[in-house]
């Protein structure tokens, strides 16, 4: 039977009008229409605490971060846009990647990140697009063993850049991130295949 690849995608913000869940959604969509099965998750719904030990020692993994675990373990690739924050990784994204690294009694190191194949990408309204904060994420998923793709793209002028239909204005811009997701679909393809 023909292998349909499983894409999670989210953004590492919970704002409402979230610049990189608009972006996350257009290569999402563009994963979909190539076959893939594909989940988007809001990290505004899955709310977790700041990762503290004492927590952690006393109650164990939040419900939340459990869900977002699973999430992660039922996906063979993930879509991230990341926003940049003091030419950083943002803090709920580096938060939910924290807990999901904690593992669960008997399960593997890193369960749900090794072997996952990643596609990044980033808007931020100033100029260089959230650049520079996809190198700290490039460099922290490929520490946890997520093959990160070289391809990726940074939106800048994020507050200029979309229309009401959540569509990127330019043209070549919008075909250029419905590439990204085009193409994690088709190399999880050959991966799996
Ligand atoms: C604490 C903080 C730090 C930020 N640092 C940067 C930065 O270093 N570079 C940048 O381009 N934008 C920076 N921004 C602006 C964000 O890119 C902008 O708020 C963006 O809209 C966040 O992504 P979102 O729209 O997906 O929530 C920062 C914003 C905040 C709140």
């Not at 993994?61 to 999430?71: S, T």
């Not at 596609?119 to 190198?135: E, H, I, N, Q």
């Not at 939106?155 to 991130?177: C, N, R």
Request: with cysteine; hydrophobic share 45%; glycine share 8%.
């Amino acid at each position: 039977m023909a292998y349909t690849p499983k894409i999670l995608a989210f953004a590492g913000s919970t704002r409402k009008g979230s610049f990189n869940k608009k972006l996350v959604k257009i290569a999402a969509e563009a994963a979909r229409a190539a076959g893939a099965d594909v989940t988007y998750v809001d990290l505004r719904d899955i709310p977790m605490p700041l990762y503290d030990g004492d927590l952690e020692a006393e109650q164990g993994i939040p419900e939340n971060a459990k869900k977002f675990k699973a999430l992660l373990l039922d996906h063979d690739g993930v879509l991230i846009s990341a926003p940049e924050y003091n030419s950083s990784i943002s803090g709920v994204l580096k938060n939910a990647i924290d807990w999901a690294s904690r593992p669960l009694p008997g399960e593997a190191p890193l369960a749900c990140f090794a072997g996952k194949v990643a596609v990044l990408m980033s808007a931020s309204p100033g100029a260089l697009g959230g650049l520079r904060g996809l190198v700290a994420v490039r460099s922290l998923l490929s520490s946890i063993r997520v093959i990160v793709l070289p391809d990726q793209i940074a939106v800048p002028k994020a507050h200029e850049a979309f229309d009401t239909d959540g569509k990127l204005k330019d043209h070549k811009q919008q075909a250029s991130i419905e590439s990204l997701g085009r193409d994690l679909a088709g190399i999880l393809v050959k991966i799996k295949s």
